[in-house]
């Protein structure tokens, strides 16, 4: 296939349908329905963070889309041994370690996969042993990537959050930082995602990036759902996607 008509892939992250529900407790609304819409609309995978306080997605939300839902989970998680228990137990087709705090309010950089190579390496193996996918999320920095590889992930997820906030010339470097990234990426043998920020806005140059074959969305795509629906922001979302990458 050439590199320029490669596929781009659409994963749905549910985190804040979750966070809606869990604002006034009961089961309205349902991350389970998001996600069958979210099916339906063309996504190619949906994505849920189980954090360790259980703010959004909750443990039986991850039950029930591995048992109700065809299309592939891809769990974020931090790299701790309760989750890697709750993975190695549901055995979802993906895991992407992202770093955590408690505090934050999202995840405001990517995981060190540098600093945090011999803590990382045991999970990355016993994940990739029991036949999960794993993706390590990081900044676009050839450090991180050299690591990831090192380390066995066959997947990097590069945080776009840094591109998304910036402005003017400040953007234009960090999309060259992604490009960068992803080019480097495909060459020591890594498959390339992205992911954290992007909205209607942004999202075009990086889906022109052609080493990049997934993005994953969420935040922005629940927030518009209140004006437009899911179905009609996720099917403007892949539009966006597909002539950008056409």
């Known amino acids: 296939m050439a590199m320029g008509k490669r596929a781009l892939r659409l994963g749905v992250n549910i985190d804040h ?9 009961g089961r309205h609304p349902d991350p389970l329905r998001a996600a069958g819409i979210a099916a339906a609309a ?6 849920a963070h189980l954090r360790e306080d259980r703010r959004h997605i909750r443990d ?38 992202v770093p955590e705090k408690r505090a934050e309010v999202t995840t ?18 016993w994940l990739g042993d029991a036949g999960i996918r794993v993706s390590l999320f990081i900044d676009p920095d050839t450090a991180q990537l050299d690591t990831a590889r090192l380390l066995g992930a066959p997947v990097v997820e590069l945080h776009t ?20 990234a992803a080019a480097y990426a495909e060459t020591i043998g890594l498959e390339c995602h992205a992911g954290h920020g992007l909205s209607y806005e942004t999202v075009a140059p990086v889906a022109a990036i052609a080493t990049i074959v997934e993005l994953n969305i969420g935040h922005f795509l629940i927030g518009e759902a209140i004006f437009s629906g899911l179905d009609g922001a996720i099917r403007r979302m892949r539009a966006l996607m597909d002539e950008a990458r056409a």
Request: glycine share 10%; with cysteine.
């Open 17 to 25: 349908v979750a966070t809606l529900r869990n604002a006034r407790g």
């Open 42 to 47: 063309g996504a190619h995978g949906i994505t």
């Open 60 to 97: 039986e939300d991850i039950a029930r889309l591995m048992r109700d839902i065809a299309l592939p989970l891809n769990l974020e998680m931090a790299a701790t041994p309760e989750m890697l228990a709750i993975a190695l137990a549901h055995k979802p087709q993906a895991v992407c370690l």
């Open 108 to 125: 405001e950089g990517g995981l060190d996969a540098v600093g945090g190579r011999d803590h990382l390496a045991p999970i990355v193996r």
């Open 161 to 180: 959050g840094a591109y998304c906030e910036a402005e003017g010339a400040a953007r234009a470097r960090e999309l060259e930082r992604l490009a960068a």
